[in-house]
């Protein structure tokens, strides 16, 4: 008896090694590495780093932690660690780190924004209204820096694993090659275009809207509105 409870306690302690909790996961290769301090949400004194994944599975916008074992600091971070948000050695030992698993179903936190991706192809209109349909209504993606197109990718491609074209709001609204953003009813002052794009390929007016290639550099290129794409949805809330 007593050598069948010792075997459960080492499965236990064996999965525990693996998985913090329903929602992270033992990552050693960032374990005593420190990232910048704007990606750091809070640091508080957790009893253990179970209480530590606690606080990050309540938080929208923590997508890993970093726990000290000897002086019981716990880190929210806003980033996955990689080889861009890693800024050196922490000062001292004793880090884990453990990342939260990402649900491509879900709604996720960047820059101020929510996103959520939808692989099912529909045309622009109907992707619009897909987005305005959501729970917080929302709007298809409209990309305003380098950092938000690189993003798209990133959530499309390097984490979802579907690198398709991908509809932005923009529209060209007098066929002049000068596309608007739906939502801000601005021109797109920041653009990425594919070269020789915007072409208007089938004759002027046949491609008034826009995609970004996220599987090809997330360049963009100008479509018919009728062709169908998958869909990021954006929201401000």
Same mark, same amino acid.
């Given at each position: 008896m007593k050598q069948t409870i010792f075997l459960v306690f080492v499965v236990i302690l064996a999965v525990r090694g693996v998985f913090i909790s329903d929602f992270l996961y033992r990552n050693p290769t960032y374990d005593n590495w420190a990232t910048g301090s704007t990606n750091i949400i809070s640091i508080l004194i957790s009893r253990s780093s179970t209480h530590c994944a606690s606080y990050c599975t309540r938080n929208d916008e923590c997508k890993?932690?970093?726990y000290n074992m000897n002086t019981h600091f716990c880190q929210l971070l806003s980033v996955h660690m990689d080889a861009v948000s890693v800024t050196g050695p922490q000062s001292y030992i004793g880090w884990i780190y453990y990342e939260r698993?990402?649900?491509c179903s879900k709604w996720h936190y960047r820059f101020g924004n929510w996103y959520l991706l939808d692989s099912n192809y529909r045309t622009f209109n109907d992707?619009?209204?897909? $987005?305005?349909?959501?729970? !917080?209504?929302?709007?298809?993606?409209e990309v305003h820096s380098q950092a938000e197109n690189e993003w798209l990718i990133e959530l499309s491609s390097t984490?979802?694993?579907v690198p398709y074209e991908y509809w932005l709001n923009g529209y060209d609204t007098d066929n002049s090659g000068t596309f608007t953003w739906i939502n801000g009813q601005t021109p797109s002052t920041y653009t990425y275009w594919n070269n020789g794009q915007p072409d208007d390929y089938y004759g002027i007016g046949s491609e008034k809207c826009i995609a970004s290639s996220t599987g090809y550099g997330g360049v963009w290129n100008?479509?018919? $509105?009728?062709e169908?794409? !998958?869909v990021v949805c954006k929201s401000n809330s």
């Open positions: 890993s932690i970093m698993k990402f649900d992707s619009r209204t897909f $987005c305005a349909s959501l729970s !917080p209504p929302s709007r298809v993606i984490i979802c694993k100008d479509i018919p $509105c009728t169908t794409r !998958p």
